[in-house]
């Protein structure tokens, strides 16, 4: 970890913490204050780097400097920042133990007057081309140093004969001028990060070496020698070292005491001896590597506790490892697994990931009497999961991803510690209803499971919690089993299990509920639906309502009376057909007799197909009639259409508007009784819509979280009847995906229009999410040509960029949304930009054509994947902010 983070004191912000020795200052604060509240402050961090800093127009070295008058301080941290240009000569008079000093290109140099700190112990540095001077490098006092950049003056570190810590990263040197022979204290070593570097000192005289890192190093030419020495070497990293045309050499003998070892992107030449003996070895860590086969020595590590492999050739894995607690495999050719992995008995964690070959995995059993956690991920051709696992005695939480297996075992359910189970985006064709009366022992989570439709996910990974908390009997739970995971159609919910399915039925949970009364089917022989063609001959068929109904139970009769149904006023036992509903009690013996089951929901589908109403029958144009009387925003309109649809029905073309009318009318009755009647008839997305709470009168419009809950459901037409009837929000409907077929959305365009021409200099259509016709016809306008100075069109993708925007070179200032890895060429035909701010998710890189732009001064690039900046771009003489986020690669 960086000294940055090390400390003797507890820092706490300013005012915050009274009794504190250490503070840290994120906007700068009279130093007399301070003093009066801390006289006695051993440590100050001060944020510089905060924007609060650079507002104030503090004299960044002025204000350091009054610090230093007022202190005498122990530990000091210096955040970046681009003013800092100097540092107090009366901090030579301060007991500093540890000085830490973040990037700052205007700092050249220490003050040469400094000698070495009497007490200084901790010194981390961030240089640009700096001087330290070599008295203050060459303390017998320091044990920690970080130095970061070019650093001048860093040879005399050679006679720190006490440092304990050294790290040292990023710097153009060709030869690292330290010198070992002196530093046989040395307990931890990192070099990163030297482009130029070719070799390194012998370690030899590094006795006391515990901890070393070496890392990306791209021109090193051999490993360090006087690895033999190294006896309390104990982690070692190495990390993107040699070349596929150029692999290091690296050997030793022995390392007695190494407990983990990292290779990552590194080539080592495996033809020479390739590493030595390592008895101790208890972590091994191999990434990118080219090695196609396992070095001699490492098959000899016996007490190897932790395997870690990503992105290797090897195609087997070895046997021996009779130790092993943790393995985690990514993107290996392996097929299978070695025999004796079944055997390992101290295996408590495996993980594997995206190995395309892996066909079986390994039979974990009994013996395996530690493993308590499996996960898997992308094996696109393993099919099967083994039915052995059910034997591993600790197994608590196994975790499935991207698997294309159909099934899983019976077995699992035996497993005396299963806690957890995980399933994402696997092709399970069926799950047994076992598996959901087990619940309350094994917590099940499906995400993506292609047996699961999508709307079902969330209630049943809340059904363990429901089942808990409504007391569900055991006969309840294998009711919904039976109803929500049993598909095939040759089965049917056992009849005496009824009675436990009215008991689901009649719970406190009402998505749960609603679930089960779509698919009451899976009740009757067959799985046979209301509407099926063989079950439709209601004539002579008694039908009874059990439970309350959310429709006048005088309506229902009307209706089933009207299919052909007997109606009968009271469920009995020999009752033909039987509408389930809320709190429905059933008479004793009533399940000794066959019965169809249905829904209040089912039985209104059914009779607005068979007995439509007048309103079914009407056409196309006379529904628009009617949207037009329910844009009047009039309640006696409102009124007039209710009465319509509580005798002809509700048609589905309606439902967006009836649910704006439900939830804006101005009468409260006609707001109670839409939503009444389209509770029992709207889908799961759009009855959640219905019931959010938010006021759609406010400013704030929900309409892009609605589109998020009901993805099928029409809210553009939500949002064109919200218009109409208040004016408002037309914005919001440009910005909703199901606004792109909209019959209203070119009529909406064109009341728009005007807005966008007022200023010929300036067009901003941030937020409105138009389409590239749309930003074609607008960019096309005489009135922007030889004129247009800015134009803000970011806030929406669009699928390609409109041609015209290129025939406006007078732009100087441009942002833009778009799609794709690779940014437009054409974009420097707009030569005079001087901002140039663009988003989009999956963008690389920047062109080396952007060179062209000479007078940029601003460049924003937003992606979510790092952005590769070409040397000519970062050149352009008069740029001076080049962002990419989330980072910019050289």
Not at 223 to 229: D, F, H, L, V
Not at 262 to 286: I, K, V, Y
Not at 629 to 645: H, Q
């Amino acid at each position: 970890m960086s000294l940055y983070y090390h400390s003797s004191y507890y820092y706490g912000k300013f005012e915050q913490f009274p009794e504190v020795e250490a503070i840290y200052l994120n906007k700068p604060e009279v130093p007399e204050r301070l003093k009066k509240q801390y006289p006695n402050l051993k440590g100050i961090r001060l944020e510089l780097y905060k924007s609060t800093f650079s507002r104030s127009k503090v004299d960044v070295n002025q204000y350091l400097k009054e610090i230093a008058a007022h202190f005498r301080l122990e530990e000091l941290v210096l955040d970046s920042n681009k003013y800092l240009s100097e540092l107090p000569e009366e901090l030579q008079e301060h007991p500093l133990r540890k000085l830490t000093i973040g990037h700052a290109p205007k700092l050249e140099q220490l003050p040469m007057g400094w000698q070495a700190f009497p007490y200084l112990e901790k010194l981390s540095f961030t240089g640009e081309k700096s001087q330290i001077p070599k008295a203050f490098l060459a303390s017998d006092k320091l044990l920690e140093v970080e130095l970061k950049g070019m650093v001048e003056g860093v040879e005399a570190l050679s006679e720190a004969v006490n440092l304990e810590h050294l790290s040292l990263e990023e710097s153009p040197d060709t030869v690292l001028r330290i010198h070992f022979e002196k530093l046989t204290k040395l307990k931890k070593f990192s070099l990163q990060k030297y482009s130029n570097l070719s070799q390194i000192p012998s370690f030899k005289p590094l006795v006391a070496l515990e901890h070393c890192v070496l890392a990306n190093l791209p021109v090193l030419t051999q490993m360090p020698e006087g690895w033999e020495a190294l006896f309390q070497l104990n982690e070692l990293y190495c990390g993107s070292l040699g070349k596929p045309e150029r692999p290091l050499a690296f050997s030793f003998e022995r390392l007695p005491v190494l407990h983990e070892l990292h290779l990552n992107n590194c080539f080592f030449d495996d033809t020479r001896a390739f590493l030595g003996e390592m008895p101790a070895l208890q972590t091994l860590s191999l990434s990118d590597s080219a090695l196609k086969n396992w070095p001699e020595k490492l098959l000899q590590c016996s007490d190897l506790i932790r395997l870690r492999l990503k992105n290797c050739e090897l195609k087997s894995l070895p046997n021996g490892f009779k130790s092993l607690r943790e393995v985690n495999i990514e993107h290996l050719p392996l097929e299978h697994f070695p025999t004796d992995w079944q055997e390992l008995s101290h295996l408590k964690k495996v993980g594997i990931q995206d190995c395309p070959d892996l066909k079986q995995l390994p039979a974990f059993g009994r013996e395996n009497s530690n493993l308590n956690t499996i996960e898997l991920k992308g094996l696109p051709v393993l099919k099967e999961l083994p039915e052995s696992w059910a034997k591993c005695p600790k197994l608590t939480e196994i975790t499935l991803t991207k698997l294309q297996v159909q099934q899983l075992p019976l077995s699992w359910l035996k497993m005396p510690s299963l806690k957890k189970v995980l399933l994402k985006e696997v092709s399970l064709q069926f799950i047994p209803k076992e598996f959901i009366v087990e619940s309350d022992r094994i917590s099940y989570r499906f995400y993506k499971v292609d047996c699961i439709p999508e709307q079902y996910e969330s209630i049943i990974n809340d059904l363990p919690g429901i089942f808990y908390r409504d007391k569900y009997s055991a006969e309840a739970r294998l009711a919904v089993g039976y109803l929500l995971f049993e598909m095939d159609v040759s089965q049917r919910l056992p009849q005496n299990l009824v009675p436990a399915c009215v008991e689901v039925l009649n719970g406190k949970n009402p998505e749960l509920k609603q679930i089960l009364f779509e698919r009451l089917y899976a009740l009757n022989p067959k799985r046979q639906k209301l509407s099926d063609k063989d079950v439709k001959d209601f004539n002579g068929k008694t039908v009874a309502i059990a439970g309350t109904s959310k429709n006048s139970k005088t309506q229902i009769k009307e209706h089933l009376q009207a299919m052909g149904f007997t109606y009968q006023t009271k469920v009995k036992k020999d009752t033909d057909f039987v509408m389930l509903c809320n709190k429905a009690k059933l008479p004793e013996e009533f399940c000794e007799y066959p019965h169809f089951y249905f829904s209040e929901m089912e039985s209104e589908a059914l009779h607005k197909k068979e007995k439509p109403g007048f309103l079914m029958e009407i056409p196309d144009d006379h529904l628009s009639h009617l949207r037009a009387m329910l844009w009047t925003n009039d309640p006696a309109n409102e009124k007039i259409v209710l009465e319509m649809i509580k005798q002809g029905g509700t048609p589905e073309e309606l439902w967006p508007e009836l649910i704006i009318i439900a939830k804006t009318s101005q009468d409260k009755s006609v707001k109670t009784q839409l939503r009444k009647l389209l509770k029992a008839q709207l889908p799961v997305g759009a009855q959640k819509i219905l019931s959010d709470p938010t006021n759609l009168q406010l400013s704030i419009c929900p309409y892009g979280d609605y589109e998020t809950m009901a993805p099928e459901f029409d809210i553009a037409s939500m949002a064109v009847c919200h218009y109409k009837r208040s004016g408002k929000f037309i914005r919001e409907f440009f910005r909703l995906k199901s606004s792109l077929k909209s019959p209203f959305r070119s009529e909406f365009f064109e009341n728009v229009f005007p807005q966008f021409l007022e200023k010929a200099h300036y067009l901003k259509t941030t937020g409105w999410a138009l389409t590239k016709e749309e930003m074609e016809q607008l960019l096309s306008q005489p009135l922007f040509e030889g004129k247009l100075k800015r134009l803000m069109m970011d806030g929406g993708a669009m699928e390609g960029i409109p041609p015209s925007l290129y025939k406006h070179i007078t732009l100087n200032e441009l942002s833009l949304n778009i799609t794709g890895e690779k940014l437009p060429d054409e974009l420097t035909q707009l030569n005079r930009l001087r901002i140039l701010r663009i988003q989009g998710d999956q963008i690389t890189s920047i062109p080396e054509s952007f060179k062209a732009l000479i007078h940029l001064k601003e460049l924003f690039v937003y992606s979510k994947v790092p952005v590769k900046v070409p040397g000519g771009v970062k050149e352009l003489s008069k740029l001076k902010r080049l962002y990419c986020y989330p980072k910019a690669l050289n």
